[in-house]
């Protein structure tokens, strides 16, 4: 199904993507050497629940998954990217910690993810393949024009990945959202232009390029939902949910500071 959203359905979404990204910016403080992914879950499920709003994760049982995820939102450590199931695992100095989070407020879905390095220790490459997927994600945004098509995006996304000289995965990308957290179209994180379904005012988007250090292939971890690096290596991951209006793309999920 692909969706489009009118007027009214759009101020719930722009609602929607606020309390998104005030939740994963309040995680993001929050997330210091010592805290417990367990916590984190809970914290995200405290300020869901104070909101009136509904996780679209809790209940989620796709075909991918090993019945109902179960937490509220996705934690990955290190070498996990995806679908990070939050366990009984205490931060420490230096580990690269992705939360992604989607919710529904007013009936309509957000999503988006944030990776960063925890605690003072830096290390140059993680640091490097975050900023790889945060440029791949704002040249996916600027490709996002109302007559585009979704090729244009992946196409934008996978320029920047691959010159930054990363392996791309294509069974996990982006996509549509709206009613529904995963709708169609699928948008891949590399791509042909001029290729897919041509962009409509109205039409959200979630685009989430995400890299992993030196593989593309992906293993499932032993909880059927954590998504993994195959070799072990580091991984990042960055997304907003977008809207496709008449003058380009609006980002819904801008931290408060960022926002117009």
């Not at 992914?37 to 995200?44: E, M, S, T």
């Not at 954590?226 to 290596?233: K, P």
């Amino acid at each position: 199904m692909i969706e489009i959203l009118n007027p009214a359905k759009l101020a719930r979404a722009k609602e929607a993507g606020a309390l998104v990204a005030d939740i994963l910016q309040t995680l993001r403080r929050r997330g210091t050497v010592g805290t417990n992914l367990l916590d984190i879950d809970r914290w995200a499920k405290a300020m869901i629940i104070e909101a009136g709003a509904r996780s679209c994760y809790v209940d989620y049982a796709p075909s991918f998954g090993r019945g109902p995820f179960g937490h509220y939102i996705c934690t990955a450590v290190n070498d996990a990217v995806l679908h990070g199931r939050p366990y009984d695992y205490t931060l420490a100095d230096g580990d690269l910690l992705t939360l992604d989070l989607a919710v529904s407020q007013g009936g309509i879905a957000a999503d988006s993810a944030i990776s960063f390095i925890v605690g003072d220790s830096k290390p140059s490459e993680s640091v490097a393949m975050i900023s790889a997927t945060e440029r791949a994600l704002a040249a996916g945004i600027a490709a996002a024009e109302p007559g585009a098509r979704v090729g244009d995006i992946s196409h934008a996304i996978g320029t920047v990945l691959t010159e930054a000289g990363y392996p791309i995965n294509t069974e996990f990308g982006g996509h549509g959202i709206g009613s529904t957290m995963h709708q169609d179209p699928h948008v891949a994180n590399t791509g042909r232009p001029g290729r897919g379904y041509r962009l409509r005012p109205g039409l959200l988007l979630a685009l989430e390029p995400w890299v992993m250090a030196d593989t593309a292939e992906l293993v499932t971890d032993a909880d059927g939902w954590t998504l993994r690096s195959a070799t072990g290596c580091r991984t990042a991951h960055s997304e907003h949910t977008i809207a496709i209006t008449d003058d380009g793309a609006e980002i819904l999920t801008l931290p408060e500071q960022a926002r117009p």
